[in-house]
């Protein structure tokens, strides 16, 4: 009798903050915030017209010059060829993770070298002008979907994309300039620039 005593409490408490925490409280706040913020409880997800284009909250792999480009990403997905093996495939939202390689992985500095070269190979006019690296567009994010780059990442790519859609760089550098989300009550978070809404905002200067 006086285990059971002793365990009955315990069982009420448990099953009680169970359901208090793991479903009442889930519900909640989940109605709280379809009413508050509708748009960011369902995914804040950008349409084009009536059509899905994406979310502001994942990225996209932008590879066509004509667009600017978002963080390298490690996500990795099922080899179509072999179930049992795993290929990149960049802002996979299924499989969110960061290469966990360190400041002294050689892997590491030879995949930020690699990607270095690349940037700098396509964005001729900007090296050209002396601009630095961001360090942003070389390395990956710790979930590999980050939506975001930074102004200086933007910037650095102005030239190419300008010269890929011929317009005028003053031109596509004030569009970027326009799309700087400032930090939140200015000072919370960083300057940042939403890759997706950026180049939807691009294909509208035609």
Known sequence: ??????IRPALVVFLFLSVVTGILYPLAMTGVAGY????????SLVMKGDRLVGSTLIGQNFADARYFHGR?????????ADPSKTV???YNAAASMASNAGPTSRALVERVAAAVSRLKADNP???LAGLPVPMDLVT????GLDPDISPQG????VARVARARHLR???????????VERPLMGWLGEPRVNVLELNLALDTLH
């Open 169 to 179: 760089e003053e031109t596509v550098r004030a569009l970027v300039d326009r799309m």
């Open 36 to 43: 508050v913020l509708p748009r960011q409880a369902g995914g």
């Open 140 to 143: 990956s994010s710790g979930s």
């Open 1 to 6: 009798m006086t285990i059971v005593r002793t």
């Open 72 to 80: 390298p990403s490690v996500t990795v997905g099922p080899d179509p």
């Open 88 to 90: 990149a495939q960049p």
């Open 125 to 127: 006019e900007a090296v």
């Open 154 to 157: 933007a910037l650095f790519q």
